[in-house]
């Protein structure tokens, strides 16, 4: 994302266009219509009703035809998509407007007496000075309109000097007045393209800081996964998708503290494949990982309680922690575990304990004291397992 500092000239051109037509589409049809309305009601007497009524017909179907183009280019975005074309058709359709207003006053100068004239005049001057308020936005625009209508009648005015007393004021007066509308038209037409950046550059900030704050976000999520990923990789077993023993290590001393707290028992039990490596000898390592796989299923199944917790502690060896579990309890676990390793009825033809596959179990169930660690409950358990292995195995010892 490359911020810009400065609103490219296209842009500056787009935005004008949408701008003048947004605001001056109605103001434009409104203020001629209110001139023409006035045209009418003054003049008609001099010129007669039916030819003006049918003047401002064709004027008022002219203002309507250059209101709904404007509201199709705006509807069709054609500010962006043709603004050149846009430009020329607006600067013909002012320009055409304008000239209207300045053939009548040169019409009505013969036709009508001087106070009236002088009315007209003030009314086109009028127009015009109204007009610079929304036009002035594309200044070129407002310029083609002030020397269409304002122009000829200057010009007009001074070489048709001698045909009315004050002509000559009011020619030169006019081209004063053009110029005065000229240095007023510049300063407000950089006014406005200055308030235009200066929107374009708020509007390029607030967009560059919403597709920054998008990108932190998904990087953000980005990196929450991959430290999601990363802890399961330093805690997760990635054969068993168990905890591994760095994961059982660290419950186990958080469990130590939390029974110390609550004052209540707790159990674990550390449970051995009987003959394993007989079984990777007679089937093979990956018959040995899937069995691995289908213990670690039937350890989850048996540990029912919410918060216990089994864990891969080594090769085939595992770590069932089991809190607020008293003996009675923990005993339990391991017998149904036992009975569902029964159940499964996997075949190990090289066992010396049973034609299947059997698991040995040391259970320890302690009552948390300032002195016990972590390693203390294992050590324990690890010596209760060394008995039921010592009794033949496919046994559960209890400490």
Not at 12 to 17: E, R, S
Not at 230 to 248: I, P, Q, Y
Not at 345 to 368: N, W
């Amino acid at each position: 994302m490359v911020y810009q500092r400065s609103m490219p000239p296209e842009e500056m051109v787009a935005a004008q266009l949408e701008l003048l037509m947004q605001n001056g589409r109605m103001v434009m049809v409104v203020t001629h219509m209110v001139g023409v309305a006035a045209m009418v009601m003054i003049f008609w007497p001099f010129v007669g009703l039916r030819g003006m009524l049918l003047w401002a017909a064709g004027f008022l179907i002219l203002l309507l035809i250059r209101s709904l183009h404007m509201s199709n280019a705006l509807a069709e975005r054609r500010f962006r998509s043709a603004p050149r074309r846009l430009y020329r058709q607006l600067l013909i359709g002012t320009m055409l407007t304008g000239s209207i207003w300045a053939a009548v006053y040169i019409y009505a100068a013969d036709k009508v007496p001087v106070s009236m004239q002088y009315v007209l005049l003030l009314l086109i001057i009028c127009l015009a000075t109204f007009t610079i308020g929304f036009s002035v936005i594309v200044r070129e625009y407002f310029l083609a309109y002030v020397f269409s209508s304002l122009w000829p009648v200057a010009w007009w005015s001074t070489v048709h000097y001698w045909q009315q007393p004050h002509n000559l004021v009011i020619g030169l007066s006019l081209l004063a007045f053009c110029a005065v509308l000229l240095a007023v038209c510049n300063q407000m037409h950089q006014s406005f393209r200055d308030m235009i950046a200066l929107n374009w550059e708020r509007e390029q900030t607030s967009r560059e800081l919403g597709d920054m704050t998008g990108s932190l976000r998904v990087r953000n999520h980005q990196l929450q996964q991959a430290r999601q990923k990363l802890s399961d990789l330093a805690n997760v077993d990635e054969l068993t998708g168990l905890g591994n023993r760095r994961l059982a290590n660290r419950v186990l001393g958080e469990e130590i503290s939390r029974a110390r707290r609550a004052g209540t028992p707790l159990s674990v039990i550390l449970l051995d494949v009987d003959y394993f490596k007989h079984y990777n000898d007679t089937y093979g390592h990956p018959a040995g990982d899937a069995v691995l796989k289908t213990l670690a299923g039937l350890m989850e199944g048996a540990c029912s309680r919410a918060g216990e917790v089994v864990a891969r502690y080594g090769g085939e060896e595992f770590l069932l922690i089991l809190p607020g579990a008293d003996v009675g309890s923990a005993h339990r676990t391991a017998a149904r575990l036992r009975d569902r390793v029964r159940a499964a009825r996997i075949a190990h033809a090289t066992s010396e304990a049973a034609d299947h596959l059997t698991v040995s179990q040391g259970v320890v169930t302690a009552l948390v004291d300032s002195q016990l660690e972590p390693q203390d409950l294992v050590r324990r358990a690890d010596a209760a397992l060394y008995r039921a292995k010592a009794r033949g195995r496919d046994a559960i010892e209890t400490d």
